[in-house]
């Protein structure tokens, strides 16, 4: 059964590569996190090395399409840069959605109650 994945940024500074791990599942970037790795990429650390690397690993797969509707990865699943799914979010009062972690968390709920049949992790 394919599965959705829902990367945070830490994923991706700690293992700039990993998007080719998941097998044929779609793997799901927020957009919120492109953006938090573009601010982390001025850091002269290695943070800043993997921030780096996986910009330009998700840079590269530009030339198999538009990232925002979905492209296909070499090694099988889809790659996808999810800019929508924070509409009518249903979090606990207690969570300020200022926060990217938690916009982070809402998305990843949304695109479950969207798509049941298919796992969101």
Do not use: W
Not at 15 to 24: E, G, L, M
């Amino acid at each position: 059964m394919i599965k959705n994945y829902v990367l945070d940024t830490n994923v991706l500074v700690h293992d700039p590569y990993c998007i080719s791990n998941f097998q044929d599942n779609n793997v799901i970037i927020p957009i919120m996190v492109i953006e938090e790795l573009d601010s982390l990429k001025k850091r002269e650390d290695m943070i800043g090395f993997h921030a780096r690397s996986a910009a330009r690993e998700i840079n590269k797969l530009r030339e198999y399409g538009s990232l925002s509707e979905g492209v296909r990865l070499p090694g099988g699943g889809m790659l996808k840069i999810e800019l929508d799914h924070l509409d009518n979010i249903e979090l606990p009062d207690a969570l300020d959605l200022s926060k990217v972690d938690n916009k982070i968390l809402a998305l990843t709920k949304n695109l479950q109650r969207e798509n049941k049949e298919q796992p969101t992790i």
